[in-house]
């Protein structure tokens, strides 16, 4: 499910027990697959040591909670959101980045430490509609999570890697939202996610194959689009 709450139950009682229901059920009918939540990352009470690394106090009651609800054995690994600008839209652009610095750190080493599974960022952007929004400005905050993710990774930590919303091609624009764009037309971030691609894939690439998938990522990076 995508971003799960149930503010109606803050103590996150009832989302915990749907996910027990829902992620056991989908086990039982595929056992070889991942499975995860779809969570934002925020954490509830139950996490009481964890909630001033929340972007506010309204996500303290949203019902769900980072850690409890992905220590469900039927749950394989961690999602998380990262959103400083929607989540946080009175601070100045250096800051979001400090926030966003903080969110993802804290949750790598949750992943390590107390969840013991892998964290994967499934979501993360920053809106057109931002205040003074400069392609520059959207490539350094992904530059900034691509570092992490790859910090983290390289060191065998908890970060597996990094989806992003949204990217969309040529006629599908009236589908998407402020944070979508079209990667081949915004050539500057999507070598960004090229670059990024290619170095977590040579982490865990054999010797065998680590030269070949260097020659296809380095025309990839001639050619600009794969």
């Known amino acids: 499910m995508n971003e799960p709450r149930c503010p109606?139950?803050?103590?996150?009682?009832?989302?915990?027990?749907?996910?027990?229901q829902m992620s056991s059920y989908v086990k039982a009918?595929?056992?070889?697959?991942?499975?995860?939540?779809?969570?934002?990352?925020?954490?509830?009470?139950?996490?009481?040591?964890?909630?001033?690394?929340n972007p506010g106090h309204w996500a303290d009651s949203l019902g769900s909670d980072f850690l409890r609800n992905h220590q469900i054995s039927s749950v394989d690994f961690a999602s998380v959101h990262v959103y400083p600008d929607n989540w946080t839209?009175?601070?100045?652009?250096?800051?979001?980045?400090?926030?966003?610095?903080d969110w993802v750190s804290v949750h790598i080493q949750d992943g390590a430490q107390r969840l013991d599974k892998p964290v994967l960022f499934t979501e993360f952007g920053l809106s057109a509609s931002s205040k003074g929004f400069e392609e520059k400005s959207r490539n350094l905050l992904f530059k900034t999570m691509y570092e992490e993710i790859y910090?983290?990774?390289?060191?065998?930590g908890a970060a597996a890697g990094s989806m992003v919303w949204q990217l969309v091609v040529d006629g599908l624009?009236?589908?998407?939202?402020?944070?979508?764009?079209?990667?081949?037309?915004?050539?500057?971030?999507?070598?960004?996610?090229?670059?990024?691609?290619?170095?977590?894939k040579a982490l865990f690439d054999t010797t065998a194959t680590r030269k070949s998938r260097s020659i296809q990522c380095g025309k990839m990076m001639v050619d600009g689009i794969p």
């Open 151 to 156: 910090g983290s990774a390289k060191s065998v």
């Open 29 to 53: 009918l595929d056992s070889k697959h991942l499975v995860t939540i779809g969570l934002e990352g925020f954490y509830g009470t139950w996490s009481s040591d964890r909630l001033n690394v």
């Open 173 to 200: 624009e009236e589908f998407s939202d402020t944070y979508a764009f079209i990667p081949w037309k915004e050539r500057s971030t999507y070598k960004l996610m090229v670059i990024q691609s290619c170095r977590l």
């Open 89 to 101: 839209p009175d601070l100045n652009f250096e800051d979001m980045l400090k926030e966003l610095l």
């Open 8 to 20: 109606s139950d803050p103590s996150g009682d009832t989302l915990q027990h749907w996910i027990k």
